[in-house]
């Protein structure tokens, strides 16, 4: 779970054509997610106390959608620290992360071995996971704040569907590309609804705490529902579900307001725009 993508920012937009490679906005970003992994930890916002006795982090959007995981092989993208894919594990899969950041990657085999738990963990660009991870498995899984990380959604399909079994399970619940065409205090919109130019953003902090010595530029790309949709469906995957929610299970953007436990709107935008969606996603 990467959440937000846009802590607090200035922000520009890059032609794809001046883009050049992506190695360099992908290094600048595990830059600054190997700085976000050591405050999130220590945050109230994933409340990691409380996780080890025992509490879920888990939302109940993707625990009332993806059955019953015992003994399931799991591969789970972009997690961060590792908290959901422990979550997992604790539930009886067999839990395989990934994720960008070392720093990210270290704390979550730290906490790994503290719970007595049995993940693995691998850090690498979520796109070369297939290079790095030699197994299939029975269910891919992301959350919240990935993809947008991402500039071509099709290289990330393609490895999703190299990864799972047949029969196999895709889930994804992601952030709305409703929710990142506006600005950070959600007054206008500042960014295209489709996937047409790198977003670079000059960060100070991070969304467990606004005020952290966190700063750098990072660079993400908005993908349409389309977009997301036709990249599963053309590696081969089988849409089984498409749902959307009017609200975040995590009060990760400004301007939100808390209108049902664990639910929150966007002020003087309640239940007025989809903040969530989630896809089912299956190979024959």
């Not at 010595?213 to 993400?220: L, M």
Request: hydrophobic fraction near 40%; aromatic fraction near 12%.
């Amino acid at each position: 779970m990467d959440y937000s993508k846009h802590p607090v920012q200035t922000g520009c937009l890059l032609n794809f054509n001046i883009m050049g490679n992506y190695d360099q906005y992908f290094e600048a970003n595990r830059e600054l997610w190997n700085q976000r992994a050591i405050v999130h930890k220590s945050s109230d916002f994933y409340n990691l106390a409380g996780f080890k006795a025992g509490e879920t982090v888990l939302t109940p959007i993707e625990l009332n959608e993806i059955d019953d995981v015992k003994d399931k092989k799991m591969l789970h993208l972009q997690c961060h620290f590792g908290m959901d894919s422990l979550d997992w594990a604790r539930r009886g899969a067999l839990v395989t992360g990934v994720d960008l950041s070392d720093t990210a990657i270290n704390e979550a085999r730290i906490l790994n071995k503290e719970l007595g738990l049995t993940a693995e963990f691998v850090c690498c660009n979520v796109l070369d996971t297939a290079d790095h991870v030699k197994s299939q498995f029975d269910i891919v899984f992301t959350s919240y704040g990935t993809i947008g990380w991402l500039p071509d959604l099709k290289p990330w399909a393609n490895m999703i569907a190299r990864m799972l079994k047949r029969g196999g399970l895709f889930y994804i619940a992601e952030f709305h590309p409703v929710v990142w065409m506006f600005d950070d205090e959600f007054t206008h919109i500042k960014y295209a609804y489709e996937n047409k130019e790198v977003i670079v953003t000059e960060n100070q902090g991070t969304y467990t705490d606004r005020n952290a010595d966190i700063r750098g530029k990072e660079y993400s790309w908005n993908h349409s529902i389309s977009e997301v949709l036709n990249a599963l469906i053309g590696s081969g995957l089988t849409i089984e579900s498409f749902n959307e929610f009017m609200y975040s299970p995590y009060p990760c953007f400004q301007q939100v307001i808390e209108f049902e436990k664990g639910k929150w709107h966007i002020k003087g935008m309640e239940g007025k725009i989809p903040m969530v969606y989630s896809i089912r996603a299956v190979k024959q």
